[in-house]
């Protein structure tokens, strides 16, 4: 299926540049682009082709490989990036989801790939299924009575961390609100059980009761929205960014080879719409240094140190447009350079550039459009952004200036950009 450019006839006003679209330089030849759509996973290059369309689909971490599901009983194929052809299948007793299909969340995936959970059909209990991905077989099922959610599992496969939603019964008898709480469990994949040790900031339940963003009790319960996740370069680590609407913002830091947890709560509080001060996104270094905990909408960056623990630094970015009241509920989307000198991130409206040595903002790119999701081409030369509408907007990095645009098949989220 083929897709036009879009040449824009007239050039857009930048705040770093304003030039015309002149179409994909060469150096794009090899970019391809991870879309989702409602219905499926497409990839697309970057002269307008829809290269593949896999239906419902994660990528392994390093891109090599789709995972797609189909039917009921559930099927679960290895698709080959490249050729788009399937390796292998397993077929699944029951019916399956990706951890991502249904709620925002991550995908499933262990940090280094070798693991993907999936979510089984739940009533009165939770199921889920455990493939090791190497090795091309069920590793294991779990079941467990209550209401769980995915949250991650560790690169050896043996811990599989759960959020476990405190019901409104149990939420009155415990004297706590049933909105948003939630306690991390893990389930112990050798032994086949749920350990009885609670995952929680021990430093911060020894506090007095919900004394801190999170409201982290000794039982192990918290209130939080989800808003996005990382994990550490090592593996070791999970990030993930949580918004309680009663006390603030707060990064949950799951240690996943020791079952332990530690809540980063230094994070700005501040006035404004309650979607706004939800839009918030997280992203790593890529030495794994320093974590950036991004809010396009309210304009502020905190720098996190990844290795300590500690918030930084945390700044409001002078120059951003202001966001109107209806702010889009989506997370700023944000990434980093190799040399770890630029930020990225979805404002308001555009896309921001900003020094991470000074916070200065050095860019501000494709200033009339909503930006929901973006990502650096492999080189780091060219930024992708997918606006609302759907169309994915290349631009030059460092300058903005626009090279081409391409028309998606509605596309709600731009994922990552490859090469082949």
């Given at each position: 299926m083929r897709r036009g450019i879009g040449l824009a006839g007239m050039a857009l006003l930048l705040a770093s540049c304003a030039s015309?679209?002149?179409?994909?330089?060469?150096?794009?030849?090899?970019?391809?682009?991870?879309?989702?759509?409602?219905?499926?996973?497409?990839?697309?290059?970057?002269?307008?082709?829809?290269v593949h369309s896999l239906g419902r689909a994660v990528a392994s971490p390093d891109g090599s490989v789709y995972y797609t599901l189909v039917g009921s009983p559930t099927t679960l194929r290895w698709v080959d990036a490249k050729t788009g052809r399937a390796i292998t299948e397993l077929q699944l007793d029951g019916s399956y989801s990706f951890a991502n299909e249904l709620e925002l969340g991550p995908t499933g995936?262990?940090?280094?790939?070798?693991?993907?959970?999936?979510?089984?059909?739940?009533?009165?209990?939770?199921?889920?299924a455990v493939i090791d991905t190497a090795l091309l077989k069920l590793a294991a099922t779990a079941e467990i009575p209550g209401?769980?959610?995915?949250?991650?599992?560790?690169?050896?496969?043996?811990?599989?961390?759960?959020?476990?939603?405190?019901?409104?019964?149990?939420?009155?008898?415990?004297?706590?609100?049933?909105?948003?709480?939630?306690?991390?469990?893990?389930?112990?994949v050798p032994s086949g059980k749920l350990s009885e040790t609670l995952v929680v900031d021990v430093k911060l339940a020894g506090q007095l009761t919900g004394d801190n963003n999170a409201e982290t009790r000794v039982d192990g319960i918290m209130r939080g929205i989800y808003q996005s996740s990382v994990p550490s370069t090592d593996g070791r680590w999970n990030f993930s960014f949580y918004y309680n609407p009663g006390?603030?913002?707060?990064?949950?830091?799951?240690?996943?080879?020791?079952?332990?947890?530690?809540?980063?709560?230094?994070?700005?509080?501040?006035?404004?719409?309650?979607?706004?001060?939800?839009?918030?996104?997280?992203?790593?270094?890529?030495?794994?240094?320093?974590?950036?905990?991004?809010?396009?909408?309210?304009?502020?960056?905190?720098?996190?140190?990844a290795t300590t623990l500690k918030?930084?630094?945390?700044?409001?970015?002078?120059?951003?447009?202001?966001a109107s009241?209806?702010?889009?509920?989506?997370?700023?989307?944000?990434?980093?350079?190799q040399d770890a000198?630029?930020?990225?991130?979805?404002?308001?409206?555009?896309?921001?550039?900003?020094?991470?040595r000074d916070f200065a903002l050095r860019g501000l790119f494709l200033p009339d459009r909503v930006v929901t999701s973006l990502s650096l081409s492999p080189d780091g030369r060219r930024l992708y952004a997918l606006s609302d509408e759907g169309t994915v907007w290349m631009i030059d990095a460092t300058t903005?200036?626009?090279?081409?645009?391409?028309?998606?098949?509605?596309?709600?989220?731009?994922?990552?950009?490859?090469?082949?």
């Amino acid at each position: 299926m083929r897709r036009g450019i879009g040449l824009a006839g007239m050039a857009l006003l930048l705040a770093s540049c304003a030039s015309q679209v002149s179409g994909p330089p060469e150096s794009a030849a090899s970019d391809q682009l991870v879309l989702r759509t409602p219905a499926a996973l497409q990839v697309w290059d970057a002269k307008g082709d829809l290269v593949h369309s896999l239906g419902r689909a994660v990528a392994s971490p390093d891109g090599s490989v789709y995972y797609t599901l189909v039917g009921s009983p559930t099927t679960l194929r290895w698709v080959d990036a490249k050729t788009g052809r399937a390796i292998t299948e397993l077929q699944l007793d029951g019916s399956y989801s990706f951890a991502n299909e249904l709620e925002l969340g991550p995908t499933g995936l262990s940090p280094n790939g070798r693991w993907l959970v999936l979510v089984g059909e739940s009533a009165a209990s939770s199921r889920f299924a455990v493939i090791d991905t190497a090795l091309l077989k069920l590793a294991a099922t779990a079941e467990i009575p209550g209401a769980f959610g995915y949250d991650a599992i560790s690169d050896d496969g043996t811990s599989l961390y759960l959020i476990e939603r405190i019901a409104p019964d149990t939420a009155r008898q415990l004297g706590v609100s049933a909105a948003y709480s939630y306690r991390v469990r893990v389930y112990d994949v050798p032994s086949g059980k749920l350990s009885e040790t609670l995952v929680v900031d021990v430093k911060l339940a020894g506090q007095l009761t919900g004394d801190n963003n999170a409201e982290t009790r000794v039982d192990g319960i918290m209130r939080g929205i989800y808003q996005s996740s990382v994990p550490s370069t090592d593996g070791r680590w999970n990030f993930s960014f949580y918004y309680n609407p009663g006390r603030g913002p707060f990064i949950h830091v799951l240690h996943l080879d020791s079952r332990s947890a530690f809540c980063i709560l230094d994070l700005p509080v501040v006035a404004g719409g309650y979607e706004k001060r939800l839009g918030w996104s997280l992203a790593l270094t890529p030495s794994g240094q320093t974590l950036y905990a991004v809010n396009g909408a309210l304009g502020l960056v905190s720098s996190i140190d990844a290795t300590t623990l500690k918030v930084m630094r945390t700044e409001t970015i002078a120059g951003l447009p202001l966001a109107s009241a209806t702010a889009p509920s989506y997370s700023s989307s944000a990434r980093v350079a190799q040399d770890a000198r630029k930020l990225w991130f979805a404002a308001a409206r555009g896309v921001a550039l900003v020094d991470t040595r000074d916070f200065a903002l050095r860019g501000l790119f494709l200033p009339d459009r909503v930006v929901t999701s973006l990502s650096l081409s492999p080189d780091g030369r060219r930024l992708y952004a997918l606006s609302d509408e759907g169309t994915v907007w290349m631009i030059d990095a460092t300058t903005g200036r626009q090279l081409a645009q391409i028309q998606t098949d509605g596309a709600t989220a731009l994922l990552r950009v490859g090469s082949h």
